[in-house]
């Protein structure tokens, strides 16, 4: 990547930036930026290309619908900044990113990352080569990148073990309804999953 330098992973956004509008933050904060982990003394990171908003108050698709506060939901009722990981189907893992005040349970699914730092060890994790196969969905990123509910649920973003760095430019983006929420009723419609165009690193277009 020609804009990309590792003294961009020494920022972190700042906490209250998390606060703001969901969708706000989702466009113009989160596509772009850098989600990073460093797992065992293991650098990686990609930049956000992908990602859909779950809004608790409202949407029928979001786990925290209507506010509804259980042992799962808990922590997207934090004050926004940090992770939301949640094991799903008995085999992955997807990384969401809270977002607003505490007791608004909002939250940003981080779908798809271009690769940028680590990409051996993304391979090993995720057992394949091919480079657009590694970050392109929300249970391969959390692979590749070594997150897991067990270990990041809750964990604070502005941190050394998992975190976002700031994009350093804004992109156009498609808006598009989500993925996988049938069950949604009118809210499956929603144009609330965001992609940078013309980026590769997509889990579908």
């Known amino acids: 990547m020609a804009d990309f330098s590792f003294e961009l ?10 606060c703001r509008d969901p969708f706000k933050i989702a466009k113009e904060e989160l596509l772009g930026a850098y989600l990073c982990s460093k797992i065992d003394g293991v650098l990686t990171a990609g930049k956000i290309t992908e990602l859909e908003v779950y809004i608790g108050s409202c949407d029928k698709a979001c786990h925290a619908y209507p506010n509804k506060l259980t042992k799962r939901t808990a922590t997207m009722f934090r004050q926004g900044g940090c992770a939301y ?15 607003g005040p505490e007791g608004q349970a909002d939250a940003v699914l981080i779908r798809a990352l271009e690769p940028v730092v680590g990409i051996k ?48 430019q804004k992109y156009e983006f498609n808006a598009v309804p989500r993925v996988g929420i049938d069950y949604a009723q009118e ?19």
């Open 187 to 205: 809210y499956k419609d929603k144009p609330w999953r965001f992609y940078i165009k013309n980026n590769s690193f997509i889990s579908r277009r």
């Open 85 to 99: 990981v949640f094991f799903v189907y008995g085999m992955y893992n997807q990384f969401n990113v809270v977002v």
């Open 121 to 168: 060890e993304m391979q090993k994790r995720r057992q394949t080569e091919v480079l657009e196969n590694l970050t392109t969905g929300p249970g391969k990123l959390c692979q590749a990148l070594g997150i897991t509910a067990k270990a990041h649920d809750g964990v604070d973003l502005s941190g050394n073990l998992l975190w976002l760095s700031p994009n350093i």
């Open 9 to 18: 992973l020494k920022r972190r956004i700042p906490k209250q930036h998390y």
